[in-house]
Nanobody, 124 residues
Framework: QVQLVASGGGLVQPGGSLRLSCAAS????????MGWYRQAPGKERELVAT???????NYLDSVKGRFTISRDNAKHTVYLEMNSLKPEDTAVYYC??????????????????WGQGTQVTVSS
């Protein structure tokens, strides 16, 4: 079983910065894609940024140049550095890991997992 624990959310003024972290725990052999999604009130969940095991990056257009995603494979952790935050960045941020190879019994399984969400509020 894989568990994700996210941290780093909070209240920040416009123009401020926050750093989100999400650590995966369990008997994990490898993780293909790690990423962050967000969901604002009354809106659908949207992809913010992803990073593949080979380093390929993908960003939501509105966060390009402001947000940076990175990962530490040894710690099974993904980070999201958020700068120049805007009120429209306010949302619950969820971490996601995909292509996770973990032990199950005498074999392995490949799965996708979500974190519990962390609130980011940008307001003066």
């Amino acid at each position: 079983q894989v568990q994700l624990v996210a941290s780093g959310g909070g209240l920040v003024q416009p123009g401020g910065s926050l750093r989100l972290s999400c650590a995966a725990s369990g008997i994990i052999f490898s993780i293909n894609t790690m990423g962050w999604y967000r969901q604002a009130p009354g809106k659908e969940r949207e992809l913010v940024a992803t990073i593949a095991s080979g380093g390929r990056l993908n960003y939501l257009d509105s966060v390009k140049g402001r947000f940076t995603i990175s990962r530490d494979n040894a710690k099974h952790t993904v980070y999201l550095e958020m700068n120049s935050l805007k009120p429209e960045d306010t949302a619950v941020y969820y971490c996601n890991v995909g292509g996770v190879v973990t032990r199950q019994g005498l074999g392995v399984i490949i799965g996708e997992y979500w974190g519990q969400g962390t609130q980011v509020t940008v307001s003066s």
